[in-house]
């Protein structure tokens, strides 16, 4: 029953969200092309310098991802690997996961979805039983555990599925949702929503921790800086 009532919860934050998206996209296209109505040649030959410069940097920015790994879900083989590749990547999706495990299969899937989405993450997963010494720098004692790295240092973890409504068959949105909530990948959040959902990740990310490691609850707080010893 709780969890049943936590889908229902995410499934109605995540449709009020895109209708009131899709209000605000429509009015801002209005409010452009009005904006466009009212240039000149010259203001307009300008716009279309700026936005054709932005649009290259876009294209140079995506390939440098690209060059990265950015834009698959890939295994790293060692921790070694694991250290690497954050150095080289602003925002960083690590799936801590087990062969026996199950549910690591359904993250899985998710996961691969997320990576050809949002190319500005990279997304790697790390078997934990090779990599005692992050499982235990990390304070990972559930599996499976997404740890959401920025810049280097632990912005946040995702431990099992109780941010994703306590059930197996959360959806992709969901969890892309709660990615948002760290930041960690590009999601767009109304301003009325952001305040909702960090509120609800804080309290959701706290309790479970709470119920799982004590040491956990801290390391959310204050983030560990990734380093290789």
Same mark, same amino acid.
């Given at each position: ?101 199950? $549910?690591?299969?359904? @993250?899985?899937? &998710?996961?691969? /979805? ?7 993450? =990279?997304?790697?997963? #790390? ?74 990740? $804080?309290?959701?990310? @706290?309790?479970? &921790?709470?119920? /799982? ?7 959310? =707080?204050?983030?560990? #800086?990734?380093?290789?010893?």
């Amino acid at each position: 029953m709780a969890a049943d009532t936590s889908v229902e919860r995410l499934s109605k934050v995540l449709e009020n969200q895109m209708l009131q998206t899709t209000q605000v996209v429509e009015e801002q296209l209005d409010a452009e092309i009005q904006k466009l109505d009212q240039m000149d040649e010259d203001e307009l030959e300008r716009l279309k310098e700026r936005r054709l410069e932005a649009l290259k940097k876009s294209q140079q920015q995506k390939q440098d991802w690209l060059s990265k790994g950015h834009g698959e879900y890939r295994e790293i083989p060692s921790e070694r690997d694991f250290f690497r590749e954050v150095k080289e990547s602003q925002n960083v999706v690590c799936h801590f996961y087990k062969d026996t495990s199950f $549910r690591c299969v359904v @993250l899985d899937k &998710h996961l691969a /979805t997320l990576a050809k989405k949002h190319i500005e993450t =990279k997304f790697l997963k #790390l078997n934990a039983e090779k990599s005692p010494f992050l499982c235990e720098r990390l304070h990972i004692k559930v599996i499976p555990t997404l740890a959401l790295v920025k810049d280097g240092k632990t912005q946040d973890f995702i431990v099992g599925f109780t941010d994703l409504g306590n059930t197996d068959d959360f959806t992709t949105e969901t969890l892309e949702w709660r990615l948002g909530c760290s930041a960690i990948i590009n999601y767009r959040l109304l301003a009325q929503e952001q305040l909702f959902l960090r509120k609800t990740c $804080r309290a959701s990310t @706290l309790h479970t &921790h709470s119920c /799982t490691n004590k040491f956990t609850v801290k390391r959310q =707080k204050t983030g560990l #800086l990734v380093q290789e010893l």
